[in-house]
Structure formats: structure tokens, C-alpha cells
């Protein structure tokens, strides 16, 4: 059992999203799994550049992205894995800028032109996705991010598995508020949010990581 997870956060060490993402990753390995984490932005490479060589009826093989730089090799490792864990901070309503340009690259290779929709992935495995945010939960809704979250969530399924969204809300943004603009938030809330909320946070994301190890995939919710 292989699980990999990507983290799309610059923050690389320590902070919210990798934090989780080492917890999802140590609860895989409780129950087994070999792991391994991608830092998305120690890599150089884009999004999605339109060339539709994934589409050509004459190409030699599915599932292939043909641009060439440091995704490429990840990409070719993704097809051993046995379930995948994305983190990403939400940054003005969304993923991440390279969380975004990994999932492009990650799934339209997948994505057939064909009446059923039938995925190219040669097999069906665990998906995750962590997110990482400043807003509060009574917010999401109201700021779309729900809508915004599913699309992704049944991006995954469609193309590998059923997906799993973990959300960790009303996160801490700047270790010392006092350096930073911050006028808006109450410091010593998010203090004491990310002391008592943010450890309940992470004992969801190892009990995520089991999951992931476990090897049983339901039924993708898309």
C-alpha cells in the first residue's frame, strides 16, 4: 500500500496544511502504508498548457501528460500509488496557485472525450483533500466555498476514486499577530483556536490517513 500526498502550501515546514498532512500521513502509516510527501512548491513546472497531446487519437499511450519538467516524474509515480492526499491553503476562494496547476496536470490526461465519462486511470484508489483556511465555518457557505470545494472533490472521484474532504477552519495565519496587518481578527481568539482547535484538527487528519491505508474504496460521490 502506497499512499502519496502533495502539499500546495509555499509554507513547508511546521504551518497548518503540512501539519495535517504529516498527521494524515503518519495515520497511513499506522496502518501499514509506505508514504511520501511532494512538496508542490520545491518543484518548477505549470498548469495545463492546452497542447491536447493527451487527446490525439494518435497517441501511443493514455493517461500521459507530454510536457516535460519537474511534475513529470511525479506524475509517472502517481500511477503506483494506492491513494493520494492533497493539502492546500485556500487563497481568495480556492486552491493555491500550484495546487491548482498539479490537479490540471494531474487529472485532464485522465479525462476521455467519450459518452460514459470512463476514467483512463488504470485503477480506482483513495482520494483526499485537506484544506487549510482563515475564514470561520459559519462562513464557508455564504462565500461559496462549499460549491467551490465539491467541484474539486468530484473532480477526483470521477477521474480516481471516491474523494474525502477535510476541513480546518478559522486557521492561524501569522505566528506573532503584532508584526502584521490584523486589525479585523482577535488575536488572542485565534491564539487560543489554533492551542485547543487546531490538535482536533490533526487527530482527524491521522484518522483521515488510516482511511486512505485501508484499501476500501466506496462508491465516489459525484
Known amino acids: 500500500m502506497k499512499v502519496m500526498a502533495f502539499n500546495g502550501s509555499p509554507r513547508k515546514k511546521n504551518w497548518n496544511t503540512v501539519s495535517l498532512l504529516d498527521n494524515a500521513l503518519q495515520g497511513a502509516m499506522s496502518a501499514g502504508a509506505e508514504t511520501e510527501l511532494v512538496q508542490l512548491y520545491d518543484l518548477s513546472f505549470s498548469g495545463c498548457i492546452s497542447c491536447f497531446s493527451c ?101 477526483l472521484g470521477m477521474h480516481f476514486g471516491a474523494c474525502e474532504v477535510l476541513l480546518s477552519t478559522d486557521t492561524l495565519q501569522y505566528s506573532d499577530y503584532d508584526k502584521f496587518e490584523a486589525e479585523m481578527f482577535n488575536k488572542e481568539e485565534k491564539y487560543r483556536r489554533h492551542a485547543e482547535v487546531f490538535p482536533e484538527d490533526g487527530k482527524r487528519a491521522f484518522e483521515l490517513g488510516v482511511r486512505m491505508a485501508s484499501g476500501k474504496i466506496p462508491k465516489p460521490d459525484v
Not at 506524475?75 to 500509488?81: M, S
Open 55 to 155: 487527446k490525439r487519437l494518435s497517441r501511443k499511450k493514455d493517461g500521459i501528460c507530454t510536457v516535460q519538467d519537474d511534475l513529470s516524474a511525479v506524475l509517472n509515480r502517481i500511477k503506483e500509488a494506492d491513494a493520494l492526499i492533497i493539502g492546500t491553503p485556500v487563497y481568495y476562494g480556492s486552491e493555491s496557485a500550484a495546487t491548482r496547476a498539479f490537479l490540471e496536470r494531474l487529472c485532464y490526461p485522465y479525462h476521455k472525450y467519450a459518452k460514459n465519462r470512463q476514467s483512463l486511470f488504470p485503477k480506482r484508489i483513495n482520494t483526499a483533500m485537506i484544506y487549510t483556511m482563515n475564514a470561520p465555518e459559519e462562513m464557508l457557505e455564504k462565500m461559496g466555498y462549499d460549491k467551490i470545494f465539491g467541484i474539486t472533490k468530484r473532480m
